[in-house]
């Protein structure tokens, strides 16, 4: 049921209801995931080689980043940075699966293509999600900066750090890294989609069966998109943290090396050079992880939230015939 599908049986939805039905996902998932994209974004952002060598780097293993973590930062530590992740998820989640519903509706409207085939899911999600993305980059940034950050805090809050980043660093620092973003986004959104699509496909339920496990399925289905999408375009999103940090070395220091970078060429070039192709993939395993869980709990959640949305407006729709008679 992700996207228009003309052949569905039941009531139809419009964007409107795939954006509450996305923003509600993005919110539950967010809550759930959060500690991994803390670690993901701690790996990405450590100069050092990740090593099993305790000279090398902070973190060295996905197990005792999680203990250095807590011992110097608590369970608090695993959140930070919670608010503006929340929000961008929120945000993000309807942007993307409104404007999704949108395109694929066009496409059935306006071409002879099939609206639910793969590959028109790979294009209209990877716009989607482009769209989506200029609208949340900002709040990816304060997101990033805030789990990035040590003790002592340089921002006390989400106030204190919108003000602070506009009055040393002007507005366009909300959107550092926008373009290896934007170039990561399409494919990384688009390949999610594609393979859900594929995955839904060949795992149908016969007929008979009906619609059988159907939420579990599309647990199963998501997370398997989401550990293949991620993987071909992981060092995108790794160049994306590094250029998102930009000016905020200070807060980097109790880490370990900082490094500024003049643009994306610049950012690939030195990592090439100082950390090697392994620097490419820093943090990949609490990624796919997190984009295990994160895509597969998102399109559950989304799927759930659109059917229990279908399902009020068939009870309503019901109610209002029976009124009539």
């Known amino acids: 049921m992700v996207g228009y599908d003309p052949g569905a049986q039941g009531a139809t939805l419009s964007p409107k209801e795939a954006a509450i039905a996305g923003s509600a996902a993005g919110m539950v998932t967010r809550a759930l995931i959060s500690p991994f994209d803390v670690l993901k974004i701690r790996f990405q952002l450590q100069i050092e080689h990740v090593s099993s060598k305790r000279s090398e780097g902070k973190y060295w293993g996905l197990f005792q980043a999680v ?13 930070k940075g919670h608010i503006p992740a929340q929000l961008l998820s929120i945000g993000f989640g309807a942007v993307q699966f409104a404007s999704f519903h949108f395109l ?61 980043m506009y009055s040393s660093e002007g507005v366009l620092t909300f959107y550092r890294g926008l373009s290896p973003t934007l170039m990561a986004v399409f494919p990384y959104a688009g390949l999610q989609f594609f393979f859900y699509n594929v995955f839904k496909n060949l795992l149908a339920p016969p007929p008979k069966t009906g619609n059988a496990g159907g939420n579990l399925k599309s647990l199963v289905c998501g997370s398997g998109a989401g550990i293949i999408s991620k993987t071909i375009t992981y060092p995108f999103d790794l160049f994306k943290k590094r250029l998102q940090v930009g000016g905020f070395e200070t807060a980097r220091v109790h880490f370990g090396q900082v490094r500024s970078y003049s643009g994306l060429g610049d950012c690939m070039l030195r990592i090439a050079k100082e950390e090697g192709v392994p620097g490419f993939f820093k943090g990949l395993s609490p990624s796919l992880v997190k984009a295990a869980l994160s895509t597969g709990f998102t399109f559950f959640w989304y799927e759930f939230f659109l059917n229990a949305m279908c399902n009020l407006k068939e009870t309503q729709t019901i109610k209002d015939l029976t009124k009539d008679l």
Request: glycine share 8%; with cysteine; net charge neutral.
């Open 67 to 79: 203990r250095c973590i807590y011992v110097e930062e608590g369970v608090p530590a695993f959140w």
């Open 104 to 164: 694929t509706e066009l496409v059935h409207t306006s071409t002879q293509y099939d609206s639910q085939t793969a590959g028109v899911h790979f294009v209209c999600g990877g716009l989607a999600a482009c769209s989506a993305t200029v609208a949340c980059q900002p709040l990816d940034t304060l997101r990033t900066r805030f789990a990035a950050q040590g003790e002592p805090k340089v921002y006390r809050n989400l106030r204190h750090g919108i003000s602070t």
